[in-house]
Nanobody
Framework: VQLQASGGGLAQAGGSLKLSCAVS????????IGWFRQAPGKEREFVAAINWSSTASYKDSVKGRFIVSRDNMKNMVYLQMDNLKPEDTAVYYC????????????WGQGTLVTVSS
């Protein structure tokens, strides 16, 4: 499975960005996709995920601001980020794990999100 994240950029506080994760090599329908981020000097952290049944989960600090969605026909997963805050600044990664597994074994390259105050 190959993943490619895109859509990062510069946004002002309160603004929006939409990240995309293109999945190839396998049928997306059998995979859960997670979004993670790593800020400078900090550990990588979980942001959001959507499983094969389109059940979503979120880090508490992004609930109500971020929405994860998937389009299996297009092999795409999205992360809509609204009401961005400077603390959302990080490199964002998408990752995949098969429904028969629990470990995110496949990772894409990151896309940088910078939120200015």
């Amino acid at each position: 499975v190959q993943l490619q994240a895109s859509g990062g950029g510069l946004a002002q506080a309160g603004g929006s960005l939409k990240l995309s994760c293109a999945v190839s090599g396998r049928t997306l329908a059998y995979y859960a996709i997670g979004w993670f981020r790593q800020a400078p000097g900090k550990e990588r952290e979980f942001v959001a995920a959507i499983n094969w049944s389109s059940t979503a989960s979120y880090k508490d600090s992004v609930k109500g601001r971020f929405i994860v969605s998937r389009d299996n026909m297009k092999n795409m997963v999205y992360l809509q980020m609204d009401n961005l805050k400077p603390e959302d600044t990080a490199v964002y990664y998408c990752a995949a794990h098969h429904r028969d597994d629990s470990v995110y074994a496949y990772w894409g390259q990151g896309t940088l999100v910078t939120v200015s105050s």
